[in-house]
């Protein structure tokens, strides 16, 4: 009986240490201006999906919050077909060649904040 209490302490203590930590480590989130996370994606997406992976692995956990924009720099058909199965899987997920990602990062809308 005292193992398995010693066992229940050890998985609470481990678990509260979890919380706190990300607590500790996750920024404001209030009054912050939007963030976008720019990846720019060449070839065949070589590496894109594990990238893709990181990120959404930040804001799942709460420790960032940002758009996604992945950014055509020069994708061949096959890499252009990734990023649409991605775009089906996520549809937060943005999509645009590299000429139109300075106005998209420029938008805002009536407040002042930036807007896709």
Same mark, same amino acid.
Not at 62 to 84: C, H, N, R, Y
């Given at each position: 009986?005292?193992? %398995?209490? @010693? %066992?229940?302490?050890?998985?609470?203590?481990?678990?509260?240490?979890?919380? &706190?930590?990300? /607590?500790?480590?996750?920024? +404001?989130?209030?009054?912050?201006?939007?963030?976008? +996370?720019?990846?720019? +994606? *060449?070839?065949?997406?070589?590496?894109?999906?594990? *990238?893709?992976? /990181? %990120? /959404?692995?930040?804001?799942?956990?709460?420790?960032?919050?940002?758009?996604?924009? &992945?950014?055509? @720099?020069?994708?061949?058909? @096959?890499?252009?077909?990734?990023?649409?199965?991605? #775009?089906?899987?996520?549809? =937060?997920?943005?999509?645009?060649? @590299?000429?139109? =990602?300075?106005? &998209?990062?420029?938008?805002?809308?009536?407040? #002042?904040?930036?807007?896709?």
């Amino acid at each position: 009986m005292e193992i %398995l209490m @010693a %066992l229940l302490c050890v998985v609470v203590l481990l678990v509260v240490n979890r919380l &706190i930590f990300l /607590h500790l480590v996750s920024p +404001a989130q209030q009054g912050t201006i939007p963030v976008f +996370a720019v990846i720019p +994606a *060449t070839g065949d997406g070589e590496g894109l999906e594990h *990238t893709l992976r /990181h %990120l /959404h692995w930040l804001r799942e956990e709460k420790l960032s919050q940002f758009t996604l924009l &992945i950014v055509d @720099a020069g994708l061949t058909p @096959a890499g252009q077909e990734l990023v649409q199965t991605l #775009g089906r899987k996520d549809p =937060a997920l943005l999509f645009c060649p @590299a000429e139109e =990602a300075t106005l &998209i990062l420029k938008r805002k809308d009536d407040n #002042g904040y930036f807007s896709l």
